[in-house]
């Protein structure tokens, strides 16, 4: 992560455009000092918004996470309530998610090192589980 930062760094003329090529590149948007922005126009909290894929997730859903490596905690499960806030152009499929660690080195740090399988479990009211099941008979 730092070469690759020192280089956008000393090539600002490039780095728009070989961050435009990369669909794993995230964008966000600043809104003021700790506030960013993602794909449901509403702030991202630290360790509790989630990015996935809404051909599969509803927006705004809650999701439960089970995975077996936590970054915030050596050797630790991740089991949290996180909600669906945000999307990206790599994240696809039904079971694939990227947490918002936040902001700074810390933030960075975790993104960077966060790869792990798990479950995810959406959350949704029963009357919508019960016309989805309907509507696929």
Known sequence: MDVIRAWLAANPGRAQALMNENPSYVFFERRGPDAIVGNLDVPLT???????????????APVWLDIADDPTV???TLRRLMVAQDTGGAIRGAVAGDVFWGFGDAAAVLAS?????????????AMVAAAEVSSAQ
């Open 74 to 76: 050596p050797g630790g």
């Open 46 to 60: 630290a360790e509790r918004s989630l990015a996935v894929d809404w051909a599969h997730v509803p927006r705004g």
């Open 113 to 125: 090192g966060m790869r792990a399988r798990g479950q995810f479990t959406v959350l949704v009211p």
